[in-house]
Nanobody
Framework: QVQLVESGGGLVQPGGSLRLSCAAS????????MGWYRQGPGEQRELVAT???????NYANSVKGRFTISRDNAKNTVYLQMDSLRPEDTAVYYC???????????WGIGTLVTVSS
């Protein structure tokens, strides 16, 4: 029911920046906790950052101070600004939405971020 479409991935050099976007298909976005997760080669999917409907944020320790999550409720879009990228940030990044009233979780299909020289 809730569709999530990520964009903004690509190839970037170490120390560079990228901004990922996730567009949701429904106004239910405004009642959902949004998140970014990532899955590196040979690894399990891990939480990167979340943002609540009250704009409270949470970050994985590995990205604190480097990544910033934000949301634009008017556009049903969540962003992940990634700065000071490192090779270990290389992963497929997935957008996640958890609906506040029933806890249902939805996933995008992911966008690939490659950090390499």
């Amino acid at each position: 029911q809730v569709q999530l479409v990520e964009s903004g991935g690509g190839l970037v050099q170490p120390g560079g920046s990228l901004r990922l976007s996730c567009a949701a298909s429904r106004a239910a976005f405004r009642l959902a906790t949004m998140g970014w997760y990532r899955q590196g080669p040979g690894e399990q999917r891990e939480l990167v950052a979340t943002i609540t409907t009250e704009d409270n944020t949470n970050y994985a320790n590995s990205v604190k101070g480097r990544f910033t999550i934000s949301r634009d409720n008017a556009k049903n879009t969540v962003y992940l600004q990634m700065d000071s990228l490192r090779p270990e940030d290389t992963a497929v990044y997935y957008c996640n939405a958890r609906l506040s009233w029933n806890g249902r979780t939805y996933w995008g299909i992911g966008t690939l971020v490659t950090v390499s020289s």
